[in-house]
């Protein structure tokens, strides 16, 4: 086990690696010039070179791709040209609020793609299943921006259900506590602010869920069909266990671990969908900031961002791996090394 955790790691530290090489590639192929972004647009021709020079991009590539890495071993992402602050001190402000709203899809994704792969599992060929599987195409195949736009349209600016875009009310502020609006309105004791960030947050969590919900009702009604037709389900029944034991306790229970894994790996892609949510719905976060950082020609807000989401889909990754190799005794004999088999006895 110890063997495959040291892989494990290693495979995560060549993953980041070729993370940080693609990245400083496509941002150098962008369209722009980031010295004259950083300079300003009324700067002289004087001023652009010194702001080259500053940045280093009259160095060679291979020159300013060291210098980038070695500082971004050192945890020194760089500086934003346009807030004139380290790149990641603006990603630590932001980040909070995509990941109170990542964790609000996932609940969203979890209370509602597992009942469905349930419900067509157990309901396999009829019309609930093609109903269920129908539901579940159109939330893959839609597009999250326009998901977003009719649901503003329609629960919001028709029914006034919801708020159309925003995280607060105008006027509304919260204390800054822990960077998270919902937890932080609820510590400030008010009802009313909770209420209104919750509110904000709905919309915005349904659409960055809704693709995901998909995937999830897909994983669970495969696993669950195989699990009802496995013989432990044939004798829970056959011993006088209640269908619903049979169906929760027995199916549901072997058939949540294949979930888990893409539970896992949804963490970090809709850490990356966030730039649609976000924009879509006026929301502070991450996908926001890189949006604007790359209209900008902001170089090192790009890098740092998407570094950023890439280790979040990499640390995750690595947990999902070692929480399967805790919960699955089979991963762990299947690591174990072969025992030699014992000698004959003599005869």
Do not use: C, K
């Amino acid at each position: 086990m110890a063997r495959y955790v040291a892989r494990r790691l290693l495979l995560s530290g060549v993953v980041f690696f070729g993370l940080v090489v693609l990245a400083f590639v496509l941002v150098t192929v962008l369209p722009g010039d980031p010295a004259r972004a950083a300079a300003g647009r009324n700067a002289t021709a004087a001023q652009v070179a010194e702001a080259r020079e500053r940045l280093g991009l009259d160095d060679p590539v291979l020159v300013q791709f060291w210098h980038y890495l070695t500082n971004v071993l050192q945890g020194d992402l760089g500086n934003s040209v346009f807030t004139h602050r380290a790149v990641l001190a603006d990603i630590a402000d932001v980040l909070p609020s995509s990941l109170e709203l990542v964790a609000a899809a996932m609940l969203i994704n979890i209370v509602i793609g597992v009942p469905l792969g349930v419900l067509a599992a157990y309901r396999r060929g009829r019309t609930l299943d093609v109903m269920a599987r129908i539901v579940a195409l159109l939330g893959a195949t839609m597009p999250v921006f326009w998901l977003g736009l009719l649901l503003q349209l329609v629960l919001s600016s028709r029914l006034g259900l919801f708020p159309l875009y925003g995280q607060l009310g105008f006027g509304e502020r919260v204390p800054d506590i822990t960077g998270v609006i919902t937890i932080d309105a609820l510590l400030s004791g008010d009802p009313a602010l909770f209420s209104s960030a919750l509110a904000h947050l709905i919309l915005p969590a349904l659409t960055l869920a809704a693709s995901f919900i998909a995937v999830i009702a897909r994983t669970v009604r495969s696993s669950m069909i195989t699990s009802l037709d496995a013989d432990y389900v044939t004798l829970a029944r056959a011993t006088g266990a209640g269908e619903l034991r049979v169906v929760v306790r027995h199916a549901l229970r072997n058939a949540l671990v294949p979930m888990s894994t893409i539970l896992g790996m949804q963490l970090g892609w809709m850490l990356g969908v966030t730039v649609l949510v976000e924009s879509t719905f006026s929301r502070q976060g991450i996908g926001a900031y890189m949006v604007d950082a790359v209209l900008q020609n902001d170089l090192y807000a790009v890098i740092g961002s998407i570094l950023v989401i890439g280790v979040v889909f990499i640390v995750t990754n690595l947990v999902v791996d070692l929480v399967q190799l805790w919960i699955n005794p089979r991963l762990r004999d299947g690591l174990a090394p072969a025992r030699p088999a014992a000698p004959e006895a003599v005869r």
